[in-house]
């Protein structure tokens, strides 16, 4: 979730896409499960798909007055663990949800988080740089706190 803010609404967008294959039904879920959840919050839904070669990036787009914003945390966990249902992983997330999105990132064994967490150690070996950003983290970070526990050890 990327949310810019202007003074009389609050734009914020969720980005998820899938570590296989897409199919036109497994995005059509995607959509009406977003499309459900927005409107069952009151919100209008903006659903926008980036097809590339081998992926597609999912897009909800939200936009909200700024006093919903203290609600709006239980919409995009709701959305977050509905994606996490049909096989999507967050692409872009914002600071206040990076612990979900590691958490989230489950599919084949936590390969994703293990072969971030690698690229994390390689390139950023004492992890200072952007620490958690994205909800990519280095391996000696302890992922406790997050109920992974063992399951990104190699």
Known sequence: ?????????????????????????GLYEWYAGAKKINKDHNLNVVADFQA?????????LVTFH??????????????????K???YLEYRTHISFMDTTAANQTFNNNAFGRFTAMLKDTIDPSG???????GIWNSTVKLEKLGLGDKWSS
């Open 1 to 25: 979730m990327l949310c810019l803010s202007r003074r009389k609404t609050i734009a914020c967008d969720t980005t998820a896409t899938r570590p296989f294959f897409h199919s036109g039904r």
């Open 52 to 60: 590339f070669a081998r992926h597609v990036i999912s897009i909800n």
């Open 66 to 83: 700024p006093s919903a914003k203290a609600w709006f945390h239980d919409v995009q966990y709701t959305l977050m663990e509905d994606s």
């Open 85 to 87: 249902k049909k096989g």
């Open 128 to 134: 200072i740089l952007s620490t958690e950003k994205q």
